[in-house]
């Protein structure tokens, strides 16, 4: 938060209550402000706002007919509530505003990826009578809101690079992912010549490519830079490979981001299964996951 400059005549304490600084998509969140005058003042509203920040790595062209990355950043404000005050405190003196701020639904939530960043904060404005207005910011996470039950529908069951027909994943413990959740299952491969199996919880990212710049959009259409990170994998070797039933373990340590479809960047989760084959294309199976960045509750 920004400190207190010597020449304002209030300091003001954003305070998150009940999540620590969290809120959830499609859900309304506390917001509320400490403020301590520093000399006499009658304060006469707060406003809190809510803003959202998207970083998106974006591919550009230069004069040349080259292209190359780099990032595209915006800033939004997307609601805010005024609270009329009319309150004088004197020098020394405190009061306490809260309100509410609702999340949309269908924003992207915080993530922390490689071609994606996005931010959240509340702004608190302070105004009174005969002084500038004072300001300040405090970050916010927006988790996912941790029901999706259903798998994120983009990526098709066995789509890779050679989809396996000797290779089959069974007895999957869960579809979705959350932070510090297992995932175990049974791999079923009849490849006699698998060198190794690698079998791993992969997010993929896809940011389309000109998202930022408006007069290209129509000329690239569904183009898309894509990354993957591996949260966590296992690579076992050709003894074990060769085995009729595999069975693995993985856990998800942590989750940059949860599973997002919007029109500019796109967060998918899958298992995949891949074995490494002398000679031939690797063969491999994915199975999509669906991830939230919500810690579901314990009954």
């Known amino acids: 938060m920004t400190p207190t400059q010597p020449h304002e005549i209030m300091d003001l304490s954003l305070l998150q209550r009940g999540a620590e600084g969290t809120a959830v ?9 400490e403020i301590h005058a520093t000399r006499r003042v009658r304060v006469t509203s707060v406003q809190f706002t809510l803003v959202h920040s998207l970083e998106l790595t974006q591919m550009r062209g230069n004069q040349f007919g080259g292209t190359y990355h780099a990032a595209e950043r915006s800033s939004k404000d997307i609601g805010s509530t005024l609270v009329s005050t009319g309150i004088t405190l004197r020098e020394g003196e405190s009061c306490f505003e809260a309100s509410q701020l609702m999340v949309p639904a269908d924003a992207v939530p915080t993530l922390h990826g490689k071609l994606a960043l996005s931010g959240w904060s509340v702004r608190v404005r302070v ?7 004072v300001v300040r910011t405090h970050p916010l ?4 809101d941790g029901t999706t039950a259903d798998v994120e529908p983009g990526i098709p069951s066995t789509e890779g690079r050679h989809a396996a027909s000797d290779l089959r994943v069974s007895e999957l413990s869960t579809h979705s992912v959350h932070p510090g959740a297992e995932l175990s299952g049974v791999v079923a491969v009849s490849e006699s010549r698998a060198r190794t199996l690698n079998i791993s919880i992969v997010m993929q990212e896809e940011v389309m490519y000109w998202a930022g710049q408006r007069p290209q959009e129509g000329q690239y259409p569904g183009n898309f830079l894509v990354e993957e990170t591996v949260i966590d994998q296992v690579r076992l070797p050709a003894h074990a490979a060769r085995g009729s039933a595999v069975p693995f373990t993985l856990t998800a340590r942590a989750v940059p981001a949860p599973t997002v479809t919007s029109p500019l960047v796109r967060v998918r989760w899958f298992l995949r299964a891949a074995l490494e084959v002398p000679f031939r294309r690797d063969p491999e199976v994915i199975v999509p996951l669906a991830a939230s960045t919500r810690v579901r509750s314990r009954a």
């Open 25 to 33: 998509l499609g859900h309304s969140t506390p917001v509320s402000v």
């Open 127 to 133: 105004s009174s009578d005969g002084n500038g207005d």
């Open 141 to 144: 996470i927006v988790q996912s």
